[in-house]
T-cell receptor
Framework: AQSVTQLDSHVSVSEGTPVLLRCNYS??????LFWYVQHPNKGLQLLLK??????LVKGINGFEAEFKKSETSFHLTKPSAHMSDAAEYFC??????????????FGAGTQVVVTP | GAVVSQHPSWVICKSGTSVKIECRSL??????MFWYRQFPKQSLMLMAT?????????EQGVEKDKFLINHASLTLSTLTVTSAHPEDSSFYIC???????????FGPGTRLTVT
């Protein structure tokens, strides 16, 4: 079975300070992992994805994530938060089990608040 | 490229009526489309997977007779909520993919309110 756990439901940061959103996964297979962002009442936008190439993945808007197999983690970081980063962030693992082939499994989400 | 649209973006309907939501891939052919449901301040829950020309596969606990999915072409899938009830009020999001292991491109979502 595969699962994904976002360790923080809510993160508050000051503008200009680093952002860290934590994600752990469990998978019997080499996983494909994604981070998506959702602004209020909007659809999802892909920030970045890991598909077994480089373990350090750079995404849009200055975000990056590092795949650490030994720690089963895929934490999302950004060196300097911007007010526009305030949104909901989802860590996603693609299932590769027989009965869930190709399906996305979403974490519970992390709400990011950016204060001036 | 890779744009997915949904129509309508929001809809209000009365209990007992049916409402249809469209999901279109605008610039690619989507062999597979996924339908998700999202309650306020919660994560996305996969409802069903549809492949063009075949019946949708529903997740456990999702009533297939209530949530009718049709994927008649490579660019269009529809979700019809039949005999809607207030508890069906939710944010419905679709995604489209060129194949089941391809990247999923998400639509902007449809806010359904049942009164």
């Amino acid at each position: 079975a595969q699962s994904v756990t976002q360790l923080d439901s809510h993160v508050s940061v000051s503008e200009g300070t680093p952002v860290l959103l934590r994600c752990n996964y469990s998978s019997s297979y080499s996983p494909s992992l994604f981070w998506y962002v959702q602004h209020p009442n909007k659809g999802l936008q892909l920030l970045l994805k890991y598909t077994s190439a480089a373990t350090l993945v750079k995404g849009i808007n200055g975000f990056e994530a590092e795949f650490k197999k030994s720690e089963t983690s895929f934490h999302l970081t950004k060196p300097s938060a911007h007010m526009s980063d305030a949104a909901e962030y989802f860590c996603v693992v693609r299932s590769m089990t027989t009965d869930s082939w190709g399906k996305f499994q979403f974490g519970a989400g992390t709400q990011v608040v950016v204060t001036p | 490229g890779a744009v997915v649209s949904q129509h309508p973006s929001w809809v209000i309907c009365k209990s007992g009526t049916s409402v249809k939501i469209e999901c279109r891939s605008l610039d690619f052919q989507a062999t597979t489309m996924f339908w998700y449901r999202q309650f306020p301040k919660q994560s996305l829950m996969l409802m069903a997977t549809s492949n063009e020309g075949s019946k949708a596969t529903y997740e456990q606990g999702v009533e297939k007779d209530k949530f009718l999915i049709n994927h008649a072409s490579l660019t269009l899938s529809t979700l019809t909520v039949t005999s809607a009830h207030p508890e069906d009020s939710s944010f419905y999001i679709c995604s489209a993919s060129e194949d089941v292991l391809g990247e999923q491109y998400f639509g902007p979502g449809t806010r359904l309110t049942v009164t």
